[in-house]
């Protein structure tokens, strides 16, 4: 079973809309949650981290259901610049390596 | 903003090279990672790097690889004898200390063996 699992995509979403995808984690232990954006062969970027409360950073509002394993994002009024992939990202024990997901293509359109 | 370094942003070599990839990580941080990311793939994690000594690695680190930090800013992963497969964008990232999770990533080095 993959570690960290999301939908490939890619999602066309139309400039303005909201989109929303999920990510879903294997290990139960894991502490930490993270979403990264990365564009077209440039390093991955911190897009938000992921609290048991859900958070949100002003367009984006991520959340974390434990008991079920997945974390999700919500974009709204999506922009053009928002088109990139994004990293689902998880710290299975604090200090060490992330593991990433393999991502989800987003491409917002006029 | 501090950033990560990375050099070289590109770097072609023949089968059964050497190579040495570069990175100076924020100057107050004191973990250190190299992630590696086939084309198309997921990002891997390969080495973690504290108090100078691997804290973890991966299967994918195996005997060709090895780091070192040798002086107090560079962060280095050598390569003793590359394999085409080692083909991948290497990224190095650095975490500020155990209290913060977040990792911040380089511009990462594409490496290319021919």
């Known amino acids: 079973r993959k570690e960290v699992e999301q939908d490939p995509g890619p999602f066309n979403v139309p400039e303005g809309a909201t989109v929303a995808f999920n990510c879903t984690y294997s290990?139960?232990?894991?502490?930490?949650f993270f979403w990264y954006r990365q564009d077209c062969r440039k390093e991955p970027k911190l897009l938000m981290s992921?609290?048991?409360s859900g958070n949100e950073d002003g367009r984006f509002t991520a959340q974390l259901n434990r008991a079920s394993q997945y974390i999700s994002l919500l974009i709204r009024d999506s922009k053009l610049s928002d088109s990139a992939t994004y990293l689902c990202?998880?710290?299975?024990?604090?200090?060490?390596?992330?593991?990433f997901g393999g991502g989800t293509r987003v491409l917002v359109k006029p | 903003e501090p950033e990560v370094t990375q050099t070289p942003s590109h770097q072609v070599t023949q089968m059964g090279q050497e190579v040495i990839l570069r990175c100076v990580p924020i100057s107050n941080h004191l973990y250190f990672y190299w992630y590696r990311q086939i084309l198309g793939q997921k990002v891997e994690f390969l080495v973690s790097?504290?108090?100078?000594?691997?804290?973890?690695k991966s299967e994918i680190f195996d005997d060709q690889f090895s780091v070192e930090r040798p002086d107090g800013s560079n962060f280095t992963l050598k390569i003793r004898s590359t394999k085409l497969e080692d083909s991948a964008m290497y990224f190095c990232?650095?975490?500020?200390?155990?209290?913060?999770?977040?990792?911040?990533f380089g511009p990462g080095t594409r490496l290319l063996v021919l």
């Open positions: 990202v998880v710290n299975e024990a604090a200090g060490n390596k992330l593991t």
């Open positions: 290990n139960s232990a894991s502490q930490s």
């Open positions: 790097f504290y108090n100078n000594e691997i804290s973890e």
């Open positions: 992921v609290y048991s």
């Open positions: 990232a650095s975490r500020e200390d155990r209290a913060i999770e977040t990792q911040y």
